[in-house]
């Protein structure tokens, strides 16, 4: 599956923004996707996942109650809404996929995700 990331740009601490997590090449049904950050000086880290059956695993304490995930597979879809917005929450997005399920490896292999995006750029700030 392809993925293409969009909806990032500048927004203010306190603000809301949603990302969107574009699929091609295969039916999204079948997979899971988790939305992944790259903070500047800081290693990529997993933030949340959506599996095929709807349920969603947060992968990071920091963003819960804050940021949340769906999909549409209709539409071969997956978004990131953000709210409450940090200056911390700034870095590059990525979404990412792995068939069916979001959990099964650790962090260190990024949740044993395949399919990557390019990512899309979220700066937080005043």
């Known amino acids: 599956v392809q993925l293409v990331e969009s909806g990032g740009g500048l927004v203010q601490p306190g603000g809301s923004l949603r990302l969107s997590c574009a699929a091609s090449?295969?039916?999204?049904?079948?997979?899971?996707i988790a939305w992944f950050r790259r903070a500047p000086g800081k290693e990529r880290e997993g933030l949340l996942c959506i599996n095929s059956a709807h349920s969603s695993t947060y992968y990071a304490d920091s963003v819960k109650g804050r940021f949340t995930i769906s999909r549409d597979n209709a539409k071969n879809m997956v978004y990131l809404q953000m709210t409450s917005l940090k200056p911390e929450d700034t870095g590059d997005y990525y979404c990412?996929?792995?068939?069916?399920?979001?959990?099964?490896?650790?962090?260190?292999?990024?949740?044993?995700?395949?399919?990557w995006g390019e990512g899309t750029l979220v700066t937080v700030s005043s």
């Open positions: 990412a996929g792995r068939p069916l399920y979001c959990s099964g490896y650790g962090p260190e292999d990024e949740y044993g995700m395949d399919s």
């Open positions: 090449g295969s039916t999204l049904n079948n997979y899971a």
